[in-house]
């Protein structure tokens, strides 16, 4: 079940894990990237392997986890038949159309979107299944 924005006491124990994970790794954060990330690390360790958590009967997460049954392969190769234009997703989620950068999903970095020319200066995108929104091109926004 969601918690409704902005009661973050709906969700406790997640809120909680936030508090202790700011407390270890954001307060004296380190020098530069990698001791950061080393303080992160020693987080995640402490938290899954040496700290019991009474949600799970005072156990460690170490101890129930188990890696998927399926290796994770993937979305398959995305065609659009229909599509008015090849495109891509740059790595900040812009798309670049008539000379002007629209901002998409930083998500869809690499992708290629279904996109189409619905009215004039206004384009459909969508990605597998989903209608995302219209570019405005004057507006220059999705």
Not at 7 to 19: K, L, T
Request: hydrophobic share 35%; glycine share 8%; net charge neutral.
């Amino acid at each position: 079940m969601r918690t409704r924005p902005g009661h973050p006491q709906q969700n406790g124990c997640h809120e909680r894990m936030h508090r202790t994970l700011k407390q270890e790794t954001a307060r004296a954060p380190g020098m530069n990237a990698l001791q950061r990330q080393g303080r992160f690390d020693d987080f995640v360790n402490e938290f899954d392997e040496e700290r019991p958590h009474e949600g799970i009967a005072m156990r460690m997460p170490a101890e129930l986890y188990a890696p998927a049954s399926r290796p994770y392969v993937g979305l398959p190769e995305l065609t659009y038949p229909f599509h008015d234009k090849d495109i891509l997703v740059t790595a900040c989620g812009r798309i670049c159309i008539a000379r002007k950068k629209i901002n998409v999903l930083t998500v869809l970095a690499g992708r290629s979107p279904d996109i189409k020319e619905v009215d004039d200066g206004i384009w459909l995108v969508s990605f597998m299944n989903y209608d995302l929104g219209y570019i405005d091109l004057e507006q220059r926004t999705l």
